[in-house]
């Protein structure tokens, strides 16, 4: 698929912006703190309907104005896709797709899909668990839409129980609606570790020779996946745990504890990789999961790089652009001179300045 524009008024330091993008690789660049990021974010936006930074949607919205907008158009066998958001600062935000109003935000779901690379994904191995879920979630949810909804449904049951356990500790006679959420979490929980152990044994087949790849065949990677509690075994270790639930007021059993395993040679990159190691396995990570968007769903996602190859040796640059350059990429950095230095297809180039793009000629 192609993200063949953006437009974007009163978003972020935006106040009005249209931007083509060529099918192949976009550069953005430009100092700090000029809009680079926010234009990948406007992107990410209409992809997912929530910001890669977890920002609020008032946020977003430029300084001192009520209501932002951003249009973006999608090219996608041979048809095109007009997403239309319009992000309010007290309401919800209304989203059409070629003008026709969507009710729920899952309709969206298929339309833009991205891959986002930033920084930050780099220390998904050596940071806490919760961001390598956020990994499995975001893939799952953005390539399976009964995933989505068994994982929006499992996080209410979730909240709905951790709320009622320590409402139990004033109202004891509560404690008898306790096995509603338990249900719910149960049957919700069982399909979403299933999803989960499919998905890790589908990237672990990719990963596994792209990062042979990249470590110039020295390093063995597998992924596993590493449930906090089996689907068989979740029931009953929920029951099993309940006193100690209603003590802490919180459950701590079940998906939302999951781990994600990286083994080199058979030793935990998480715990004894290098730095290097790490990243390289983050690297891997991330180029596997272009593959898996394409196995998927026939089509190549959008591939997009907020400031990753200033954070990258010279090697896995290159080993980074050279993986790429069947699908359409929007990167952003504060120079050209890594792809200068190392003569890179580039087909735009926008500088970013202050909130003003000005696309010019490539090299
Ligand atoms: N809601 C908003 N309204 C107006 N301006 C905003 C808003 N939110 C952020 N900004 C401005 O956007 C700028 C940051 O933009 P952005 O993060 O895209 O920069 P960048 O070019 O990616 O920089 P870097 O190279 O440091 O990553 C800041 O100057 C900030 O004040
Ligand atoms: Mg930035």
Not at 125 to 131: D, L, Q, T, V
Not at 143 to 169: P, V
Not at 267 to 287: P, T, V, Y
């Amino acid at each position: 698929m192609i993200l063949k524009s953006v437009a974007l008024s009163q978003f972020r330091n935006y106040s009005d912006l249209f931007l083509e993008f060529d099918k192949g690789t976009n550069i953005l660049y430009g100092d700090n703190a000029q809009g680079k990021t926010n234009i990948l974010e406007s992107v990410y936006v209409s992809g997912t309907t929530r910001s890669h930074k977890g920002s609020k949607d008032r946020e977003m919205i430029q300084f001192g104005e009520e209501e932002s907008h951003i249009r973006t158009v999608v090219e996608k066998m041979e048809k095109e896709y007009q997403i239309d958001m319009h992000i309010k600062k007290a309401r919800s935000k209304g989203i059409a797709i070629n003008k026709v109003p969507i009710r729920k935000a899952s309709e969206l779901f298929g339309i833009l899909n991205i891959v986002f690379f930033s920084p930050e994904d780099l220390n998904m191995i050596k940071n806490g668990p919760s961001e390598r879920r956020r990994f499995l979630d975001f893939e799952l949810c953005q390539l399976d839409k009964i995933y989505l909804f068994q994982l929006t449904k499992y996080n209410k049951a979730l909240a709905q129980r951790n709320k009622l356990l320590k409402d139990i500790n004033f109202r004891p006679e509560l404690r008898d609606t306790l096995p509603v959420w338990d249900m719910q979490l149960i049957e919700y929980g069982k399909k979403i570790i299933a999803s989960r152990k499919n998905f890790v044994g589908r990237l672990n087949d990719i990963v596994h020779g792209i990062h042979k790849k990249i470590s110039g065949g020295k390093e063995e990677l597998f992924l596993s996946y590493e449930p906090d509690v089996g689907e068989m075994e979740f029931e009953e270790e929920l029951l099993r745990n309940q006193e100690k639930d209603l003590k802490f007021g919180m459950t701590s059993v079940g998906p939302h504890r999951d781990d994600m395993c990286f083994l080199n040679h058979g030793i935990d990159i998480r715990r004894f990789g290098s730095q290097g190691q790490q990243r390289s396995c983050a690297l891997s990570l991330k180029l596997s999961e272009i593959e898996l968007v394409k196995s998927s769903i026939n089509e190549t996602p959008v591939l997009i790089l907020d400031d990753v190859l200033s954070e990258l040796d010279s090697s896995r640059q290159n080993f980074l652009l050279n993986s790429i350059h069947d699908i359409q990429a929007i990167i952003t950095c504060t120079g050209l001179d890594e792809f200068v230095k190392n003569r890179f297809e580039i087909n735009k180039v926008f500088k970013v300045v202050n909130g003003t793009v000005k696309a010019e000629n490539s090299f």
